[in-house]
């Protein structure tokens, strides 16, 4: 087989969460690799006349110059993304000729279909699912690794009963077992495919498929009860009275 081509990416982004899930998703993808990490426009402009940047992971609200500013003083444009918590800047953006516009909070199959966008055609395949093994592209053969024990865990998303948040880590709880890892809840949370898992609380994911029954107050995965917070007791009450 035909060596993958490695593509050097770089974030910019002054919020610390946000740099973590593009940081994470990139890592998932053998192709790409991360060659830095900006807190502004700023430091950008530096990290970009010290080595080549294929593709831009860049933030649009930013302290002094903005991401759509930084897009003007550049001669020479990388692969851009866009990555923001606001919608009203796609026109503007891709009239300045970006490869793709991102609204956070960034799902992993929305990333991926930017990445398989900037990158050229041949490359299209080979990373066009890379949480698929390459024998088949069912859903419920989806995986994610995570650091545990010295080593890097391969978890099925199809066997993930619930997460749990400790502070910096968070447990993943599997019809296989637990595993600890350091993790934001809320970036796993970004990660995870919103029609087969939902946040029911602060420190709480369950995996839809696997709710054996609930109430207002708690859900029931096997002999485990999740109690659900009040923050998120209406939608989550919502959507199970409806599924």
């Known amino acids: ?10 974030i910019v982004d002054d919020e610390p969460p946000a740099r973590e899930v593009l940081r994470r998703y990139i890592n998932q993808v053998p192709m790409l ?15 970009l006349k010290q080595q080549p940047v294929d593709l831009l992971f860049l933030d649009i609200q930013m302290p002094q110059i903005t991401g759509i500013e930084l897009i003007g003083t550049l001669t020479q444009l990388p692969k851009i993304v866009l990555t923001t918590a606001f919608e009203q800047y796609a026109v503007q953006a891709f009239e300045l000729g970006v490869t793709d516009y991102l609204v956070k909070p960034i799902s992993f199959e ?4 930017s990445v398989n966008k900037a990158l050229p055609d041949h490359t299209l395949s080979p990373i066009s699912q890379p949480l698929m093994p390459h024998h088949t592209e069912t859903a419920t053969d989806a995986f994610l690794y995570f650091r545990a024990d010295r080593k890097m865990v391969k978890v099925f998303l199809s066997d993930i009963l ?6 910096d880590y968070v447990r993943i709880h599997t019809t296989k077992g637990a ?6 809840i809320t970036a796993l949370e970004a990660m995870l495919p919103g029609t087969s898992f939902l946040r029911v609380h602060r420190s709480f994911l369950v995996s839809l498929n696997k ?24 939608q989550a009450l919502n959507l199970l009275n409806h599924a």
Do not use: W
């Not at 609930?214 to 109690?227: N, V």
């Open 1 to 10: 087989m035909e060596s993958l081509t490695n593509y050097n990416c770089l």
């Open 33 to 47: 690799t991360l060659i830095g990490e900006c807190t502004s426009a700023i430091q950008a402009l530096t990290a």
């Open 110 to 113: 929305r990333f991926l279909k």
């Open 162 to 167: 619930y997460v749990e948040s400790l502070k």
């Open 179 to 184: 595993i600890i890892t350091k993790y934001a």
């Open 211 to 234: 709710i054996d029954s609930f109430t207002s107050e708690e859900i029931a995965i096997r002999d485990h009860l999740i109690p659900i917070g009040k923050l998120y007791r209406q």
